[in-house]
């Protein structure tokens, strides 16, 4: 007897360290315990079909290759035999910083929205991981996947899948849109919300606040322009102050490029409030993670719910998976906790819906 395994056919726009960590984690977790089962996907489910790049390096060289590509420095962990996908050139747009001209060295081809999308053609979701700043290439995308009728996921703060227009369209497409702009499994963001809630469940008034990320990956070496970062402080920061019902003094974002740090990110935050009788309370903790493996987590979760959402025929932005893993989605929830919630419930439903057909 034949046994049909799901599958989850995706597509890449951009193949960075965040790449490298997606493309070998459907290798690393085939056949182990670890590999449980979300809405009826597996990680091992997830088959990389398309890839898109505009390093010289990478661009032309079977995925598994260009993943371990210069200048990525995300470590092997599993192994990745040849896969037989092709990366293709992609548009560069602004999706490279001019102070990373030289450490990209992008290819010059034409590229157009139709020539795109017969290469993304059968996939069910197209992820799309440029660099931050990226709002041209990553509309660009998003174009991509209207056309070629996939699933968009957008992973950087640039603001779409929030964007009612953008909404609309694939809610006309019949297509699911997440975004924008994921947490990490455990991240900056999550922790310093999770701080700023502690403050006001405990009536604590939070006066000031700052959050300073640095790391020595190329995301953070294009970070260093400051004029790419302006939807990135805004997205981290709304993610933070929307649990208070009041202004303060806050600055959130990228602070600096530390190469020797590699793919490790380091996050300072600090939180200064007035507690019972104006007595000031204040919080300084450090965290240290891989930047990477914390994103592959939340990418690979939003991909097999965009898959589900597809599988159940909804479209537009899914506003129960954007408020979870996402910092700027349409709808932001008041805690993470309320956020699980809300997709537990949405998972719950689509469970009971697959039982009425089966009854049926």
Not at 5 to 14: D, F, N
Not at 53 to 72: C, H, T
Not at 156 to 170: K, L, M, N, T
Not at 274 to 282: E, I
């Amino acid at each position: 007897m034949v046994i049909n395994m799901p599958t989850l056919k995706v597509a890449l726009a951009g193949v960075g360290n965040t790449a490298s960590a997606l493309v070998q984690s459907p290798f690393y977790y085939r056949g182990r315990r670890e590999d449980q089962s979300l809405g009826g996907y597996k990680i091992s489910d997830i088959e990389f079909v398309a890839a898109f790049d505009v390093n010289r390096e990478k661009v032309g060289k079977d995925l598994s290759e260009a993943i371990f590509a210069k200048p990525n420095i995300t470590p092997k962990f599993a192994d990745v035999g040849k896969m037989g996908v092709k990366v293709y050139a992609g548009p560069t747009m602004d999706g490279v910083a001019n102070h990373m001209m030289k450490i990209i060295n992008p290819v010059n081809v034409k590229c157009d929205v139709s020539k795109a999308a017969e290469n993304v053609k059968g996939a069910d979701v197209l992820l799309s991981l440029l660099p931050v700043g990226s709002e041209k290439a990553t509309k660009f995308y998003a174009e991509v996947a209207l056309k070629a009728g996939a699933a968009f996921i957008n992973t950087i703060p640039v603001f779409v899948a929030s964007d009612q227009s953008w909404g609309e369209r694939f809610k006309k497409a019949g297509l699911p849109i997440l975004g924008d702009d994921i947490k990490g499994q455990i991240g900056a963001t999550i922790l310093h919300r999770t701080l700023v809630r502690l403050f006001k469940l405990r009536n604590v008034e939070v006066t000031e606040t700052y959050q300073l990320n640095v790391g020595g990956n190329t995301d953070f070496q294009n970070m260093l322009d400051e004029a790419r970062l302006v939807s990135k402080r805004k997205s981290k920061t709304d993610a933070v102050t929307s649990v208070l019902p009041y202004e303060i003094g806050v600055r959130i974002g990228p602070s600096d490029y530390v190469p020797f740090l590699g793919n490790t990110k380091v996050a300072y935050i600090y939180l200064k409030g007035r507690s019972f009788a104006g007595f000031p309370v204040t919080i300084d903790a450090k965290l240290s993670v891989d930047d990477k493996s914390m994103f592959a987590f939340s990418a690979i979760d939003a991909t097999r719910l965009a898959k589900i959402a597809m599988d159940r025929g909804e479209s537009g932005p899914v506003r129960e998976i954007c408020a979870y893993y996402f910092k700027h989605p349409p709808i932001q929830a008041e805690s993470d906790e309320e956020a699980a919630s809300w997709v537990k419930t949405w998972l719950d439903k689509k469970r009971k819906n697959a039982m009425s057909i089966k009854a049926y």
